[in-house]
């Protein structure tokens, strides 16, 4: 303690010391969090990056005292600006949430109560904590939604929450956070659900406050990128243990741990291509899609009896692009921008308008897509969870498409070679969907679509449910796979720094249209669309910076 | 199967309901054979009788052994009411799982009429049912498999509806699996679970409403040990023994708990997940 | 919507009492009357058409508000049939008013106080209250509180307006009974939705504003999960006339079930034919107000 002299103007506003949690199961205790060492200044954010099952949103349930009842503490402080909350009551801690503490959640559509107006949420805190009458907190709410950046703030006040969007919502979200000057903040992934543009937005509007504020922030999220562009100093936390500690530059340029490295090398780094260049325009595509459009809506009975008229949704509108043989044609956009609907109607899932070539066939409706085409065109869900049936073994799963499409003989050993294949022992054969983890079941899904040999694969962001390091793993079996079968991919994502680094070609979508198609290691150039350039604004280049 | 078992008899409920519904399958099976004494023969001596070591549960106004009588009447009650919420579960199924499947127009007109045939409210529209074919235990067990189908249908209906929906049907369809592929072995064995459980909890309704129709005079006819029918004949002589009452009145409701705790259980041993 | 609903159970009902084995105009001259007379009154009551003209007929004095004529009394159908409604719905609403007092706050309780002894004891009430049938609970109820206790009398139908009190005795017993199986059902939706809200993000997200916990339960949980108690209260209204029909037999309480009891013994048609649609009907009104409080009350689905 060599600077003890300075202590008062030092002392951080949130110190955990030597704090652990466990929690209480049938099986025994579960370590969460051991011996965590935390401190967070003023003016300061400090990120924890983990995966999930890290422990990271248990400890900010532990700082917020709003633990489940089979939670343990053995030891350790939680300080807040001096007062260890570990012994607050639960009536103190009421005064405290909100008003010296307060937290930003992570999806705005759930933490809002859907039937309260924005405004009743917004000024029940001013209420709680600050003594104002219900007009004047109706007032000051006005101003504090203004100051987040809302454009009509005394409108959004009267919004319900289904009236506003995403956007709208998380800055509502922020106000109340902010709403009474609290010593710290935590932000649990206050952007992942959110869409890459209205998150840079969003990311903004923190970093702003921040620095106005000087709030303590204590901002926790899985991907190291983001982390990096916010943070002075990040926490990287595995399994209940902080591993490591430091500034963004020192965790970047001089990682200390082998955790640590990984997580930095499963950051999707644009400049760092992982495909060659070599697949040559041809005029001959392996797939054509020409003027798809796909409509959504029909006329209810109910509605078709009284005539009313009944909208219909347009998904993808008129869109025109190409797959080479081997190439790897990557899909962007927002979420509603129709890239998912231009894979459903590919694969037959979805009635569609227009032609689809293939291999120099000519497909106009679902009807034209025969036992053939379906061998060749296989999908890849975003959620293995839905697109393995539970209720059947991963031998039944696997063995299915070899009967469909294969000779059918020795299905035990093809299975296993199938298993191999993906990196998973044949053992696994014998296991049900929820006896694997998340990455694993993906595998067995990637495998799947795998077994009729397609020409072509369409991954509808399968890697977005994992985890950043299996998400890694998984990309990197795919290019394999790729190499090995020379199967074209159509790569569907809202990853831009992924796309960018696998990728031979990118399409931007955006609300059912196609912006654009260009060559991966163009999509950075000036000449592009606006929205295209909008969009690589916004995403959190991975810290170049510091490599 | 023991794994299952396993996960069945965790939960209280799961256990409780198994050992009351096995109970009472031992008593349907083995009821007959063990039963003291003949369920209808009269003993004008031996009436009103309190429970005794020769009248476990006291004996009627004929002076019928009660014990005897539950023992052989579990037959008509439990067995009739299982196979008319089959029957009924069967027809549910079948028009939901079609209503599903067909989708569109037919799906919206089939559930609108499902709507308004459930507006009549199913108790009534067993009666009906029954004075229509004549009062008798067969047509008791078409009239209640009849007002249960549409609840059924509904049900069934809206879980194909979901399972229709998740993605490994989206990945067989994309496969080129056949239709009845996908029904069979994609869509079938997630769509049965729910409404397995769904089944097991109206068999209790269905004892009830059995033996309402008894006790209204269209279901089971004297002097069969029914037993709605035994409540049902005992209220005019409950002043002088309540015991005729109480009896069959606690072995419905052993059964109706029964089921209803069983398909408690079922619910969370046939998650997959949990 | 009720005009659909109305006329599939209009279907349903003039079919089931075509098939019934009962001849009108026998029954109204007696199964000794000559063959001569018989067929004399079955042309004069249209029995001769065809099926779908009966129908049409049927069905077009009915939406002109005649329900036809009593076989058994020769009186009109439809007056005495509302107004044994009228008393039906008496009964009913009392019932439906002591489930919600009862039923609601014992969800509540079993929800807030999840896996102690409250939920427990609640839970056990629910699984006795779909235990017995309500016949059954209403013969050892009236055993219990009428024939021994003493407290309430067994059976009969005071109209409220000639003995208030009396009235008011007379409907204790039918009203509890038929409440039971309500109560048992009503409670543990409610426990199992509150339960689920309370699993939400937005009110973890409300008690980290620090909201005390009475005050996020007051405003932010107990809305989101009585919303969907009104549809399955209405959806129960089909069970509760179901009991009434019971009840009203038991306790001898002139209402509509009663009537349909002895019109269905008697194979009266055209009161068969009223009484069910006016069911029905009763049946389809109430869930399609409950859709419109619904949607008043949950300004999401105005868009729907």
């Given at each position: 303690m060599s600077n003890t002299e300075n202590r008062p103007v030092l002392s951080p506003v949130l110190a955990i010391e030597n704090y652990s949690l466990d929690y209480e199961t049938a099986n025994g205790p579960f370590h969460a969090l051991k011996n965590i060492d935390l401190a967070i200044n003023r003016g300061e954010i400090l990120g924890l990056v983990g995966e999930s099952g890290s422990g990271k949103t248990s400890l900010a349930w532990s700082i917020m005292r709003y633990l489940p009842k089979n939670a343990r503490e053995p030891g350790g402080k939680i300080l807040l600006g001096g007062d260890n909350l570990l012994e607050k009551s639960e009536r103190e801690m009421q005064t405290f949430r909100g008003r010296r503490i307060s937290m930003v959640f992570q999806d705005p559509s759930t933490s809002l109560n859907p039937t309260l107006s924005l405004g009743t949420q917004l000024a029940e805190v001013l209420v709680r904590h600050r003594g104002l009458t219900r007009q004047q907190a109706w007032k000051e709410g006005e101003e504090r939604l203004a100051h987040v950046g809302l454009r009509t703030p005394a409108q959004m006040m009267h919004r319900m929450p289904h009236e506003a969007s995403g956007g709208e919502k998380q800055r509502v979200v922020i106000a109340s956070a902010f709403a009474c000057n609290p010593e710290c903040i935590i932000f649990d992934e206050?952007?992942?659900?959110?869409d890459v543009i209205t998150s840079r937005q969003i990311l903004d509007l923190f970093v702003e406050l921040q620095a106005e504020t000087g709030v303590a922030s204590l901002y926790i999220s899985h991907d190291l990128a983001l982390v990096a562009r916010t943070a002075g100093r990040v926490a990287v936390i595995k399994r209940g243990d902080i591993v490591e500690q430091g500034t963004v530059r020192e965790i970047f340029t001089?990682?200390?741990?082998e955790y640590t490295r990984e997580l930095i090398a499963a950051v999707p780094d644009p400049a760092h291509r992982l495909v060659k260049d070599d697949v040559v325009d041809t005029d001959k595509p392996l797939v054509k899609v020409e003027n798809v459009s796909v409509h959504f809506g029909r006329k209810s009975f109910l509605a078709a009896l009284t005539g009313r008229k009944t909208d219909r949704v347009t998904g993808n509108n008129a869109i025109s692009l190409s797959v080479n043989p081997g190439e790897i044609l990557g899909i962007v956009g927002e979420s509603g921008s129709g890239k998912s609907t231009l894979a459903k109607a590919m694969t037959g899932l979805n009635r569609f308008e227009g032609k689809i070539w293939f291999d120099g066939r000519e497909i106009r409706?679902?009807?034209?897509?025969?036992n053939a085409y379906r061998k060749d065109v296989q999908i890849i869900f975003q959620h293995p969870d839905a697109s393995l049936n539970p209720r059947q073994k991963i031998f039944e799963i696997l063995s299915r498409p070899l009967k469909l499409f294969g000779d059918g003989s020795d299905l035990e050993k093809q299975v296993g070679d199938m298993l191999e294949q993906v990196r998973l022992p044949r053992t696994h054969a014998s296991r049900y969907p929820h006896q694997l983890s998340g990455g694993e079941k993906q595998r067995v899904a990637i495998a799947r679509a795998f077994a009729s040999k397609p020409k072509l694969v369409i991954c509808d962001e399968i890697t977005s449910a994992l985890d950043v390091s299996v998400q890694a793993s998984v990309v990197q079996l795919l290019l394999e796979l790729q190499k090995a079968s020379g199967t074209a991919y159509l790569f569907i994502t809202h990853d831009l720094n992924l796309i960018r680094q696998i990728a031979h070609r990118i399409a931007v979508m955006y609300r059912g249209d196609l912006i654009e198609v260009v060559k991966a290691d163009e999509?950075?150039?000036?000449?592009?669309?606006d929205y295209t350039r909008r969009l690589i604004e916004a995403v959190p280049r991975a810290a170049a910076q510091y490599q | 199967m023991t794994e299952f078992l396993k996960r069945l008899l965790k939960t209280p409920q799961g256990a409780i309901g198994t050992f009351l519904v096995v109970l009472v399958l031992a008593i349907v099976v083995f009821g007959p054979m063990i039963?003291?004494?003949?369920?209808e023969k009269l003993s004008p001596l031996a009436r009103y009788k309190g429970p005794s070591a020769a009248y476990w549960l006291g004996t009627d106004q004929y002076g019928r052994d009660i014990f005897s009588r539950l023992l052989i009447g579990a037959r008509a009650t439990v067995v009739m009411a299982v196979f008319a919420t089959i029957a009924g579960t069967l027809i549910g199924a079948l028009i939901g799982t079609a209503s599903a499947f067909l989708g569109g127009r037919a799906d919206e007109l089939i559930m609108r009429t499902i709507d308004a045939v459930m507006s009549i409210p199913s108790l009534l529209f067993a009666l009906l049912v029954v004075n229509l074919l004549g009062s008798s235990t067969i047509n008791a067990l078409v009239a209640v498999a009849i007002a249960f189908a549409p609840g059924m249908a509904r049900i069934t209906r809206s879980v194909a509806l979901s399972v229709r929906k998740q993605d490994y049907v989206n990945a067989a369809i994309a496969r080129g699996e056949s239709s009845a592929y996908i029904i069979r072995r994609e869509m079938l064995p997630n769509v049965i679970a729910p409404i397995i459980v769904e089944m097991t909890i109206r068999v209790s309704f269905a004892v009830m409403l059995f033996a309402t129709l008894s006790f209204l005079g269209l279901g089971a006819q004297p002097p069969a040990a029914e037993w709605g029918l035994m409540v049902s004949e005992a209220r005019r002589y409950m002043h002088m023994s309540a015991g005729i009452l109480i009896w069959p009145s606690v072995a419905i409701a052993i059964v109706a708990v029964g089921f209803n705790l069983l398909g408690d259980g079922l619910r969370d041993a046939l998650n997959p997940r949990t | 919507m009720i005009v659909y609903t109305l006329f599939v159970v209009s279907l349903i009902v003039f079919a089931i009492t075509q098939i019934l084995p009962a001849d009108a105009a026998v029954m109204m001259l007696?199964?000794?009357?000559?063959p001569e007379a018989l067929d004399a009154l079955r042309q004069t009551m249209g029995l001769d058409a065809p099926i779908w003209q009966q129908y049409a007929t049927w069905l077009w004095h009915v939406v002109q508000g005649d329900l036809g004529t009593s076989l058994r009394t020769g009186q009109p159908v439809g007056p005495a049939m509302f107004e044994a409604l009228g008393r039906s719905l008496l009964l009913a609403l009392l019932s439906i008013g002591l489930m919600l007092v009862l039923a609601i706050p014992l969800g509540i309780i079993a929800a807030i106080r999840r896996g102690k002894i409250a939920d427990m004891v609640v839970s056990l009430i629910s699984y006795a209250g779909v235990a017995l049938p309500e016949f059954v609970t209403a013969t050892i109820a009236v055993l219990v509180f009428a024939d021994w206790m003493k407290w309430l009398p067994p059976t009969g139908y005071v109209p409220l307006t000639e003995d208030f009190f009396g009235g008011i005795a007379h409907l204790v017993l039918p009203v509890c009974v038929i409440s039971i199986i309500l109560i048992a059902h009503v409670s543990r939706m409610v426990r199992s939705e509150l339960v689920d809200v309370l699993h939400t993000d937005y009110i973890r997200a409300a008690r980290l504003k620090g909201l005390s916990r009475g005050h996020v339960l007051r405003r932010h949980a107990l809305r989101n999960a009585l919303l969907p108690t009104i549809t399955i209260v209405a959806l129960d209204v089909g069970y509760l006339l179901g009991g009434v029909i019971v009840v009203e037999e038991i306790f001898a309480i002139p209402g509509i079930g009663r009537q349909l009891i002895v019109a269905i013994q008697a194979r009266d048609l055209p009161a068969i034919q009223a009484g069910v649609l006016i069911m029905a009907a009763t049946y389809s009104i109430v869930n399609f107000i409950a859709d419109i409080l619904y949607a008043w009350l949950d300004k999401r689905i105005q868009y729907d």
């Amino acid at each position: 303690m060599s600077n003890t002299e300075n202590r008062p103007v030092l002392s951080p506003v949130l110190a955990i010391e030597n704090y652990s949690l466990d929690y209480e199961t049938a099986n025994g205790p579960f370590h969460a969090l051991k011996n965590i060492d935390l401190a967070i200044n003023r003016g300061e954010i400090l990120g924890l990056v983990g995966e999930s099952g890290s422990g990271k949103t248990s400890l900010a349930w532990s700082i917020m005292r709003y633990l489940p009842k089979n939670a343990r503490e053995p030891g350790g402080k939680i300080l807040l600006g001096g007062d260890n909350l570990l012994e607050k009551s639960e009536r103190e801690m009421q005064t405290f949430r909100g008003r010296r503490i307060s937290m930003v959640f992570q999806d705005p559509s759930t933490s809002l109560n859907p039937t309260l107006s924005l405004g009743t949420q917004l000024a029940e805190v001013l209420v709680r904590h600050r003594g104002l009458t219900r007009q004047q907190a109706w007032k000051e709410g006005e101003e504090r939604l203004a100051h987040v950046g809302l454009r009509t703030p005394a409108q959004m006040m009267h919004r319900m929450p289904h009236e506003a969007s995403g956007g709208e919502k998380q800055r509502v979200v922020i106000a109340s956070a902010f709403a009474c000057n609290p010593e710290c903040i935590i932000f649990d992934e206050p952007t992942t659900a959110l869409d890459v543009i209205t998150s840079r937005q969003i990311l903004d509007l923190f970093v702003e406050l921040q620095a106005e504020t000087g709030v303590a922030s204590l901002y926790i999220s899985h991907d190291l990128a983001l982390v990096a562009r916010t943070a002075g100093r990040v926490a990287v936390i595995k399994r209940g243990d902080i591993v490591e500690q430091g500034t963004v530059r020192e965790i970047f340029t001089n990682p200390q741990q082998e955790y640590t490295r990984e997580l930095i090398a499963a950051v999707p780094d644009p400049a760092h291509r992982l495909v060659k260049d070599d697949v040559v325009d041809t005029d001959k595509p392996l797939v054509k899609v020409e003027n798809v459009s796909v409509h959504f809506g029909r006329k209810s009975f109910l509605a078709a009896l009284t005539g009313r008229k009944t909208d219909r949704v347009t998904g993808n509108n008129a869109i025109s692009l190409s797959v080479n043989p081997g190439e790897i044609l990557g899909i962007v956009g927002e979420s509603g921008s129709g890239k998912s609907t231009l894979a459903k109607a590919m694969t037959g899932l979805n009635r569609f308008e227009g032609k689809i070539w293939f291999d120099g066939r000519e497909i106009r409706n679902l009807g034209d897509m025969d036992n053939a085409y379906r061998k060749d065109v296989q999908i890849i869900f975003q959620h293995p969870d839905a697109s393995l049936n539970p209720r059947q073994k991963i031998f039944e799963i696997l063995s299915r498409p070899l009967k469909l499409f294969g000779d059918g003989s020795d299905l035990e050993k093809q299975v296993g070679d199938m298993l191999e294949q993906v990196r998973l022992p044949r053992t696994h054969a014998s296991r049900y969907p929820h006896q694997l983890s998340g990455g694993e079941k993906q595998r067995v899904a990637i495998a799947r679509a795998f077994a009729s040999k397609p020409k072509l694969v369409i991954c509808d962001e399968i890697t977005s449910a994992l985890d950043v390091s299996v998400q890694a793993s998984v990309v990197q079996l795919l290019l394999e796979l790729q190499k090995a079968s020379g199967t074209a991919y159509l790569f569907i994502t809202h990853d831009l720094n992924l796309i960018r680094q696998i990728a031979h070609r990118i399409a931007v979508m955006y609300r059912g249209d196609l912006i654009e198609v260009v060559k991966a290691d163009e999509i950075d150039s000036p000449d592009r669309a606006d929205y295209t350039r909008r969009l690589i604004e916004a995403v959190p280049r991975a810290a170049a910076q510091y490599q | 199967m023991t794994e299952f078992l396993k996960r069945l008899l965790k939960t209280p409920q799961g256990a409780i309901g198994t050992f009351l519904v096995v109970l009472v399958l031992a008593i349907v099976v083995f009821g007959p054979m063990i039963a003291p004494y003949d369920p209808e023969k009269l003993s004008p001596l031996a009436r009103y009788k309190g429970p005794s070591a020769a009248y476990w549960l006291g004996t009627d106004q004929y002076g019928r052994d009660i014990f005897s009588r539950l023992l052989i009447g579990a037959r008509a009650t439990v067995v009739m009411a299982v196979f008319a919420t089959i029957a009924g579960t069967l027809i549910g199924a079948l028009i939901g799982t079609a209503s599903a499947f067909l989708g569109g127009r037919a799906d919206e007109l089939i559930m609108r009429t499902i709507d308004a045939v459930m507006s009549i409210p199913s108790l009534l529209f067993a009666l009906l049912v029954v004075n229509l074919l004549g009062s008798s235990t067969i047509n008791a067990l078409v009239a209640v498999a009849i007002a249960f189908a549409p609840g059924m249908a509904r049900i069934t209906r809206s879980v194909a509806l979901s399972v229709r929906k998740q993605d490994y049907v989206n990945a067989a369809i994309a496969r080129g699996e056949s239709s009845a592929y996908i029904i069979r072995r994609e869509m079938l064995p997630n769509v049965i679970a729910p409404i397995i459980v769904e089944m097991t909890i109206r068999v209790s309704f269905a004892v009830m409403l059995f033996a309402t129709l008894s006790f209204l005079g269209l279901g089971a006819q004297p002097p069969a040990a029914e037993w709605g029918l035994m409540v049902s004949e005992a209220r005019r002589y409950m002043h002088m023994s309540a015991g005729i009452l109480i009896w069959p009145s606690v072995a419905i409701a052993i059964v109706a708990v029964g089921f209803n705790l069983l398909g408690d259980g079922l619910r969370d041993a046939l998650n997959p997940r949990t | 919507m009720i005009v659909y609903t109305l006329f599939v159970v209009s279907l349903i009902v003039f079919a089931i009492t075509q098939i019934l084995p009962a001849d009108a105009a026998v029954m109204m001259l007696g199964e000794n009357a000559t063959p001569e007379a018989l067929d004399a009154l079955r042309q004069t009551m249209g029995l001769d058409a065809p099926i779908w003209q009966q129908y049409a007929t049927w069905l077009w004095h009915v939406v002109q508000g005649d329900l036809g004529t009593s076989l058994r009394t020769g009186q009109p159908v439809g007056p005495a049939m509302f107004e044994a409604l009228g008393r039906s719905l008496l009964l009913a609403l009392l019932s439906i008013g002591l489930m919600l007092v009862l039923a609601i706050p014992l969800g509540i309780i079993a929800a807030i106080r999840r896996g102690k002894i409250a939920d427990m004891v609640v839970s056990l009430i629910s699984y006795a209250g779909v235990a017995l049938p309500e016949f059954v609970t209403a013969t050892i109820a009236v055993l219990v509180f009428a024939d021994w206790m003493k407290w309430l009398p067994p059976t009969g139908y005071v109209p409220l307006t000639e003995d208030f009190f009396g009235g008011i005795a007379h409907l204790v017993l039918p009203v509890c009974v038929i409440s039971i199986i309500l109560i048992a059902h009503v409670s543990r939706m409610v426990r199992s939705e509150l339960v689920d809200v309370l699993h939400t993000d937005y009110i973890r997200a409300a008690r980290l504003k620090g909201l005390s916990r009475g005050h996020v339960l007051r405003r932010h949980a107990l809305r989101n999960a009585l919303l969907p108690t009104i549809t399955i209260v209405a959806l129960d209204v089909g069970y509760l006339l179901g009991g009434v029909i019971v009840v009203e037999e038991i306790f001898a309480i002139p209402g509509i079930g009663r009537q349909l009891i002895v019109a269905i013994q008697a194979r009266d048609l055209p009161a068969i034919q009223a009484g069910v649609l006016i069911m029905a009907a009763t049946y389809s009104i109430v869930n399609f107000i409950a859709d419109i409080l619904y949607a008043w009350l949950d300004k999401r689905i105005q868009y729907d």
